[in-house]
C-alpha cells in the first residue's frame, strides 16, 4: 500500500529533518548535487537557505516547498526562477530522501506542483532538466505529462566534472491534471 503524498510550502522548522536527509544521503547523491557553499548541509545552513527561498517567494520568484508522506517530510520541490512577462514560466526540481524513494511519492508531489504552477502561480510552462543517467527522474517527468525537447552538452558541474542534461517542458492548463 502506499502511503498519501502532499506537498506544502517550506518552514524553517523544516532544517532539520531537510539535513539529516541531505547529510546521510550526500554520497550517493554527489553526482547529482550542485557545489554548495561551507555550512550549507547543516541545520543553521538549511535554515539560512530556507529563509532565502522564502523569501524569493514572497518578491513572486518561485515556490519552494516539501513532499510530505504520513505526516513526514521526505523530500523537496520546488518551482524556482519564475518568469514573468512574455514567458510566464518556472523551473521544477525536487528531490526525495533514499530512504523514501522508489513509493510514487516523487511523481504524485510533481503532479500537485504542476496543479499549483497552473492554479495559483498562473504559469504557462514548467522546465526541468535531468542528467542523462538520472531514468527514475526521466519516468517521473513523462509521467506527468513532460516532453523532453533536447540535450544541453555540459550543462552542469557536479561531482567534479561536466555533465550532459535533458531539458524538459510541460506546458500548463489551469484546471488541467498531469497526464
Known sequence: MTSPTSVRLI??????????HLVSDLDAN????????????????????????????AKGGGWPGVIVADGTVVGQ???STILRGSFQKGFLGYWVASAFQGRGHASRAVEQVVRISAEELGLHRLEAHTQL??????RVLT????????????HFYSDGAWHDEVFWERMLVPGERAR
Open 11 to 20: 518552514d524553517v522548522a523544516d532544517a532539520p529533518v531537510i539535513t539529516r
Open 30 to 57: 554527489v553526482r547529482w548535487l550542485p557545489v554548495r557553499p561551507d555550512g550549507f548541509y547543516t541545520e543553521d545552513g538549511q535554515a539560512r537557505w530556507i529563509e532565502h527561498l522564502l523569501d524569493t517567494h
Open 77 to 79: 520541490i520546488a518551482v
Open 133 to 138: 543517467e538520472n531514468l527514475a527522474s526521466h
Open 143 to 154: 509521467r506527468n505529462g513532460f516532453r523532453s525537447w533536447g540535450i544541453a552538452h555540459e
